[in-house]
C-alpha cells in the first residue's frame, strides 16, 4: 500500500523550527547592531526630551519689503522643515510666528548646529567661473602652498564627472600629476605675494577674461557697454581681491555681498585642508534653481568616498555642458567652476571636457554630513526670503516628561487588561499570546533605537500612543487565529489538523486587516505634518512587525505546541478542550439500509 504524498504546506509546517530560527537570528542581529551603534534607547522628541528652539526673523532685501508676506513665510517653512526633517520622523518643528518669525524646535540629539545651518541658509546656489584664486590672510603665511593662480593641489580631489548614457566618466584626475600648478602669470609664492601683486593678478585675470563668454544664469550674454565701461569695475574688484581676508569672519560675510548674477565678484572658500582661499569668478553660468535634483552618494567604485550627484533641468543641461565646453579649453584655474551657495565657495571642481547628458558628480572631501547636507539644499532649493537668527534657547522637558510618565502608565494599564483577557479566555493559548507580544515589543524597541541614528526618528508622545494603539492590533491577530483553530476543533477535528487548517483562512483575514491599517498609517503620514507624523509612522511600523511576528513566531510557536501532550489531549487549562468548546463527535460514514429482497408484487400494493 502506497503512502500519500505530503504537499507543499504540510511539508513546510512540519518544520516550523525554522521559522522561529530566523526570526531569533533576526533579533539577534538587530540588538547586536543597536549595541553596536551605541545607541541603546530610541531618540527622544522635543517634547519628551528637551531641545533647542530658534527663531528666524525674516530680513527683507532693499527695496523688497512687499516679499514678506504670507505666501513666501509658508513656502519657508515647509522648505525648512523639509531640510531638518529629511524623511519627516525626526520630529524637529518648524512653525511660523506673527508675520516675519519662524520657530524652529530641535530636539536634544539631534545636531543642533548642523541643524542651524540647515534651517538659517537662503541656498542661493551659482555655478561660476573661476578666474583666479589663491591662500588667503593668515593662511598664506607660513610654508609655501599653491600658486595665486591655482589652488590645484588645495582641491585636487574635486572633480566633475559627467555620467554619460555609455557609461564612460569624464573626470578631469588630478590636475598636475607631478604637484605642480600650471601658471597663468601669477606669482607662485603667495606667502610674499604683495597687495599690489595680488592686485596685478586679479587685473591680468579679468584683462585675460573679463566678461566669460559663458552666458550668466538668466540667459543673457554680457552687455558690450559692460565691456566698455567695465574698467572702474575691474578696478574695484581687483582692490577688493587683494584687500580680502577669508580667515575674517566680518570679511567673508562681506565678500561678493550685493554682487548680481551677471556680474563678477569675489568669494572665500575653504579647500580640502580647512585653509580659506578666496577666489574672483565670473559672472554666474547656470542658476542653482535649473539643477533638478541631488543625492549624498557613497561611490564604491573609486576612492573617491562620499560625493554628491546633480541632474540637471533640461535647460540647465545646456548651460552647464556649455560652461564645462568653454572652461575645458583653458588653463588652470580657469579651467575650474566655483559652486557658490550664499557667497561661499562650497567646491571647485575642474573640467577636462565638456559634460553632457544632464548629469555630473562632485568629489572632494566631503564627509557623510556634508555631501548630505549640500545635497540636501540642492534638493529643497532656495528659501524665498533671507532670515536673521534673533535668538536660541534651551526647551525643557519637564511637560512631556510628566506626559510620558502618565502614557507609560495607560499602556502598561492596558497591557494588563490584555493579558488577563487572554489568561481568563484561552488559558493556556494565553502563554503563546504574550510570547508574541513579549517578541514583537522587543523587535519595536530594538528598531526604532536603530531608527534614530539613521533616519533622525524621535520618539514623540503621538509616537507612544500610536505604541499603544499596536498592542490591540496584535492582539487582534492572534484571536483570529485562535478562534479559527477552535472553530475546527467544534467541527470534531484533532489539534493538529486543526492548526493546519484553520491557518489559510486566519492568514487571510490577519493580511486585509493589517492592510487596512497600514494604508491607514500611510494615508495620514503623507497628508499630516508634525507630531501626527510620528503617530502614523510608529502605527505603520508596529502594524508591518505584526505580519513578522504571526507569520515567523505565532504560527509555528503554535505548531510545535499541538505536538505536546498538554495541548493535544485538550487539557482543560490549555484552552482547546473540546467539551469546553462544544465540539461534535467525529463524523463517522453510516451503512446504507439493504433493499428488500425481490419478490411477487402484490396486486393491492400494485
Known amino acids: 500500500?502506497?503512502?500519500?504524498?505530503?504537499?507543499?504546506?504540510?511539508?513546510?509546517?512540519?518544520?516550523?523550527?525554522?521559522?522561529?530560527?530566523l526570526i531569533l537570528i533576526a533579533i539577534v542581529a538587530l540588538t547586536a547592531g543597536m549595541f553596536a551603534s551605541g545607541h541603546k534607547t530610541p531618540r527622544l522628541g522635543i517634547d519628551l526630551a528637551g531641545g533647542t528652539s530658534i527663531t528666524l526673523r525674516a530680513v527683507p532685501e532693499a527695496g523688497q519689503e512687499s516679499a514678506i508676506n504670507k505666501t513666501n513665510m509658508d513656502t519657508a517653512v515647509e522648505i525648512m522643515e523639509r531640510r531638518v526633517n529629511g524623511l519627516g520622523v525626526s520630529e524637529a518643528e518648524v512653525q511660523t510666528q506673527g508675520d516675519r518669525n519662524i520657530i524652529v524646535n530641535i530636539p536634544k540629539g539631534m545636531n543642533s548646529k548642523e541643524a542651524r545651518q540647515q534651517v538659517g541658509t537662503t541656498a542661493k546656489l551659482y555655478f561660476r567661473p573661476v578666474l583666479a584664486t589663491e591662500l588667503s590672510g593668515a593662511d598664506a603665511t607660513g610654508s609655501p602652498s599653491p600658486s595665486a593662480s591655482g589652488g590645484a593641489t588645495d582641491k585636487a580631489t574635486d572633480k566633475a564627472t559627467d555620467k554619460a548614457t555609455d557609461g564612460d566618466k569624464a573626470t578631469g584626475g588630478d590636475k598636475a600629476t607631478d604637484g605642480s600648478t600650471p601658471s597663468s602669470g601669477t606669482p607662485s609664492d603667495p606667502a610674499s605675494a604683495s597687495a599690489t601683486t595680488q592686485g596685478r593678478a586679479a587685473s591680468d585675470a579679468l584683462k585675460a577674461d573679463p566678461s566669460p563668454t559663458a552666458k550668466s544664469s538668466d540667459g543673457a550674454s554680457p552687455s558690450p557697454s559692460a565691456s566698455a565701461s567695465g574698467d572702474d569695475a575691474t578696478a574695484k574688484l581687483q582692490q577688493q581681491y587683494a584687500a580680502l581676508d577669508c580667515t575674517d569672519a566680518n570679511a567673508r560675510a562681506g565678500a561678493g555681498k550685493g554682487a548680481k548674477p551677471a556680474d563678477s565678484t569675489v568669494a572665500c572658500g575653504q579647500n580640502a585642508q580647512g585653509q580659506w582661499q578666496k577666489y574672483i569668478l565670473g559672472p554666474a553660468a547656470v542658476d542653482g534653481t535649473e539643477v533638478d535634483k541631488a543625492d549624498a552618494?557613497?561611490?564604491?567604485?573609486?576612492?573617491?568616498?562620499?560625493?554628491?550627484?546633480?541632474?540637471?533641468?533640461?535647460?540647465g543641461s545646456k548651460k552647464f555642458a556649455d560652461i564645462t565646453g568653454q572652461l575645458a579649453q583653458k588653463q588652470s584655474p580657469q579651467n575650474q567652476f566655483a559652486i557658490v551657495l550664499d557667497n561661499e565657495v562650497v567646491s571647485d571642481p575642474y573640467v577636462s571636457q565638456e559634460?553632457?547628458?544632464?548629469?555630473?558628480?562632485?568629489?572632494?572631501?566631503?564627509?557623510?554630513?556634508?555631501?548630505?547636507?549640500l545635497a540636501n539644499m540642492l534638493s529643497y532649493g532656495a528659501l524665498p526670503l533671507t532670515f536673521k537668527e534673533d535668538s536660541v534657547t534651551t526647551v525643557t522637558a519637564a511637560l512631556g516628561g510628566e506626559q510620558l510618565h502618565?502614557?507609560?502608565?495607560?499602556?502598561?494599564?492596558?497591557?494588563?487588561?490584555?493579558?488577563?483577557?487572554?489568561?481568563?479566555?484561552?488559558?493556556?493559548?494565553?502563554?503563546?499570546?504574550?510570547?508574541?507580544?513579549?517578541?514583537?515589543?522587543?523587535?519595536?524597541?530594538?528598531i526604532m533605537s536603530l531608527l534614530g541614528p539613521t533616519i533622525g526618528f524621535a520618539l514623540n508622545l503621538p509616537a507612544v500612543c500610536g505604541a499603544i494603539v499596536a498592542i490591540g492590533i496584535t492582539a487582534d491577530s492572534f484571536i483570529v487565529y485562535f478562534e479559527r483553530v477552535r472553530d475546527e476543533i467544534r467541527e470534531g477535528r484533532t489539534l493538529r489538523p486543526a492548526v493546519e487548517r484553520a491557518w489559510p483562512r486566519a492568514r487571510r483575514t490577519?493580511?486585509?486587516?493589517?492592510?487596512?491599517?497600514?494604508?491607514?498609517?500611510?494615508?495620514l503620514f503623507i497628508v499630516t505634518v508634525g507630531k501626527v507624523q510620528g503617530f502614523a509612522f510608529t502605527l505603520g511600523l508596529t502594524t508591518l512587525l505584526d505580519v513578522v511576528v504571526v507569520f515567523?513566531?505565532?504560527?509555528?510557536?503554535?505548531?510545535?505546541?499541538?505536538?505536546?501532550?498538554?495541548?493535544?489531549?485538550?487539557?482543560?487549562?490549555s484552552g482547546l478542550d473540546p467539551k469546553a468548546l462544544g465540539a461534535k463527535p467525529p463524523l463517522r460514514r453510516t451503512r446504507r439500509p439493504s433493499r428488500p429482497a425481490a419478490g411477487p408484487v402484490d396486486p393491492k400494493e400494485a
Open 510 to 523: 490577519i493580511l486585509v486587516s493589517d492592510f487596512v491599517s497600514f494604508l491607514a498609517a500611510a494615508v
Open 1 to 21: 500500500m502506497v503512502a500519500p504524498k505530503k504537499g507543499k504546506n504540510a511539508s513546510a509546517q512540519s518544520k516550523p523550527g525554522r521559522s522561529l530560527a
Open 406 to 446: 502618565a502614557g507609560l502608565i495607560a499602556g502598561a494599564i492596558g497591557l494588563a487588561l490584555v493579558v488577563l483577557y487572554l489568561l481568563f479566555y484561552y488559558r493556556g493559548l494565553s502563554f503563546i499570546a504574550v510570547a508574541s507580544l513579549g517578541v514583537s515589543a522587543g523587535l519595536t524597541y530594538v
Open 297 to 315: 552618494v557613497y561611490n564604491t567604485q573609486t576612492a573617491a568616498g562620499w560625493t554628491v550627484t546633480m541632474k540637471f533641468t533640461d535647460k
Open 552 to 573: 515567523l513566531f505565532t504560527k509555528p510557536l503554535l505548531t510545535l505546541m499541538a505536538r505536546r501532550k498538554f495541548f493535544a489531549s485538550g487539557h482543560k487549562w
Open 355 to 373: 559634460l553632457t547628458g544632464g548629469n555630473a558628480e562632485i568629489s572632494g572631501s566631503f564627509d557623510q554630513e556634508e555631501a548630505q547636507g
